[in-house]
């Protein structure tokens, strides 16, 4: 007798228990938590796109000035070599705001290179000319060329400054346009920025060399 009386107790208790475990989320809240999702989602997505963007630009713009700061050290040590050409002529053959033309033996071979550099939209590119011919020939089909530093952005910066004898670092730079003659004092100007409608702001790389067998007081 009790054990059919607990059998029957413990079935109807299991008739009232059993629907309180059953539980689910309702149409409303399935509509809230995906939204809060979506919306969550969307930010993280968002964050992690920029970060990805800013470091994408941050190292473009890192390799850039990098770049720019190892090929001024060349740049410095041919133009301060600069000499008279093989063929005679003077030591600087042009100079401007965006090129600078002169002569140096780059290769040590004992004849003196045309070296070039200039500004080619935004690329500074060095041109050389091997002289040739008895006497010597400097031909501009034998031109080479190289790319130098990339996304260049002087705008009305000379990227090439130049000084005379009188320069003790507070003298102003000779007018253009410059008297060759003149020239003893050089200064390279780059401001490199791989797209000036985004960051990060510009970066500015400069150096300045004196021409050795030009030198007098300086």
Do not use: C, H, W
Request: proline share 5%.
């Amino acid at each position: 007798m009790i054990k059919i009386f607990s059998t029957f107790f413990l079935r109807r208790s299991n008739k009232k228990t059993i629907p309180n475990l059953v539980s689910g989320f309702t149409l409303p809240e399935i509509i809230v938590t995906t939204a809060i999702f979506t919306v969550i989602l969307g930010a993280v997505s968002l964050f992690a796109r920029d970060i990805f963007y800013y470091n994408t630009v941050f190292s473009s713009g890192l390799a850039s000035y990098d770049d720019a700061r190892k090929i001024l050290r060349p740049i410095a040590s041919e133009i301060r070599s600069a000499a008279q050409s093989s063929s005679g002529s003077y030591n600087i053959e042009s100079a401007n705001s965006t090129s600078f033309v002169f002569f140096s033996d780059i290769n040590a071979d004992g004849k003196k290179e045309r070296i070039r550099y200039f500004l080619s939209s935004t690329t500074l590119r060095r041109g050389v000319i091997i002289p040739t011919g008895s006497p010597y020939q400097y031909l501009s089909a034998n031109e080479t060329f190289t790319n130098v530093v990339s996304n260049v952005r002087n705008g009305t910066t000379s990227i090439f400054t130049y000084y005379d004898s009188n320069y003790d670092g507070t003298t102003g730079a000779l007018s253009l346009p410059v008297s060759i003659a003149s020239i003893r004092l050089v200064k390279i100007t780059l401001i490199i920025d791989a797209d000036p409608s985004k960051p990060p702001v510009p970066m500015t790389v400069t150096t300045q060399v004196s021409i050795r067998n030009l030198k007098d007081n300086l």
